[in-house]
C-alpha cells in the first residue's frame, strides 16, 4: 500500500461558511479525520459518508489527546495507505501545533499539505467590525498568547511599547497579569480593550472596555475560553450592534 498523504486544516474559527474551498477539497479526499475540539462537528458533514472520524482534543486543563500520540497515529494511518485530514481551528500554523506535526511527518517521510485556514485572531475582531490594522491609529499587529507551554509570561511591558494593535490568544485566564505588565509598560488607562468569545459562532459574546476596567467588565460579562483579546486604539471601530457590556467612551 503506497503511503498516502496528510493534509493539515485550517477550519477557521468556526463559521463553516469561514472554510476555503482547498479544505473542502481536502476533507472530500480523506480517509480519516482527526479532530480537534475546537473545531465545529459540522465539518464532518463535509467530508465522505464513510470517512473514519477521531476525535484528538487538547484543550489546556482538560482530558486531551498527547501530542506525540497524534503524530504516531498519522504516521501510522498514512504508512496503511489513508489519506489523513488532521482539522484544527483557525490557521494551522497559528499556535496550533501545525509546525510539530509537519516537522514529525516530514522526519517520517511522509508527504503533508497545509491548508491555511482564517485564524481567530483576525476573524474574532473582524466579527465585532474591528480591523487588526488601520492607518489611523497603528502601525501594525502583534499575534501572542497569554499562555506558554513552561508558564513563562510574553514581555507584555515591551509588547505595550510596540505601538502594535495586540491580539492575545489563549488569554482569558491570565487577564489580570496581562493588564498589569501592559501597564507597567506604559499603555494607558483608556487603551481599548475588546474580547470575542466563541467568535464567529451563534453563540458569540463580546466585551468592549478599557485596559483599566477590562478585568472587571469580563469577570461581569462571564466571558470565558476560547476567546481573543484585542488591545489597541482599532477597537474603537468596534459595531455598536455587537452587544457589548460597556461601550467605549
Ligand atoms: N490555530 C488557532 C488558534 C488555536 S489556540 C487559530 O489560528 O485561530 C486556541 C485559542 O484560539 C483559544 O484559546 C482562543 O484564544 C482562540 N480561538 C479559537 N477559536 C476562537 C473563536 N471562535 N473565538 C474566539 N477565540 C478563538
Request: aromatic share 2%; with cysteine.
Amino acid at each position: 500500500m503506497p503511503t498516502k498523504k496528510v493534509f493539515l486544516i485550517g477550519a477557521g474559527p468556526g463559521d463553516l461558511e469561514l472554510l476555503t474551498l482547498k479544505a473542502i477539497r481536502a476533507l472530500e479526499r480523506a480517509d480519516v479525520l482527526l479532530i480537534d475540539d475546537l473545531v465545529d462537528r459540522e465539518v464532518i458533514g463535509l467530508a465522505r459518508k464513510d470517512v473514519r472520524v477521531i476525535e484528538v482534543g487538547k484543550r489546556g486543563g482538560c482530558r486531551s489527546t498527547p501530542q506525540r500520540f497524534i503524530e504516531r497515529l498519522m504516521i501510522r494511518l498514512a504508512r496503511a495507505g489513508r489519506t489523513v485530514a488532521r482539522v484544527k481551528g483557525g490557521d494551522p500554523f497559528v499556535f496550533g501545533r501545525g509546525g510539530e506535526e509537519v516537522s514529525a511527518l516530514r522526519a517520517a517521510g511522509i508527504d503533508v499539505g497545509v491548508v491555511n485556514g482564517i485564524t481567530a485572531g483576525i476573524a474574532a475582531p473582524a466579527a465585532i467590525g474591528i480591523p487588526v490594522t488601520h492607518r489611523e491609529c497603528t502601525r501594525g499587529v502583534t499575534l501572542v498568547t497569554g499562555h506558554t507551554r513552561d508558564g513563562s509570561a510574553p514581555d507584555w511591558a515591551a509588547l505595550a511599547r510596540t505601538g502594535t494593535t495586540l491580539v492575545i490568544y489563549m488569554g482569558m485566564s491570565t487577564l489580570p497579569a496581562i493588564i498589569a505588565g501592559l501597564q507597567a509598560g506604559g499603555m494607558p488607562a483608556h487603551m481599548p480593550v475588546a474580547v470575542i468569545q466563541n467568535a464567529t459562532l451563534p453563540h458569540q459574546r463580546s466585551v468592549v472596555s478599557t485596559l483599566s476596567q477590562a478585568s472587571s467588565d469580563v469577570t461581569a460579562s462571564g466571558l470565558g475560553s476560547p476567546a481573543i483579546v484585542v488591545i489597541g486604539e482599532v477597537v474603537r471601530f468596534a459595531a455598536t450592534n455587537a452587544e457589548p457590556v460597556r461601550q467605549v467612551a
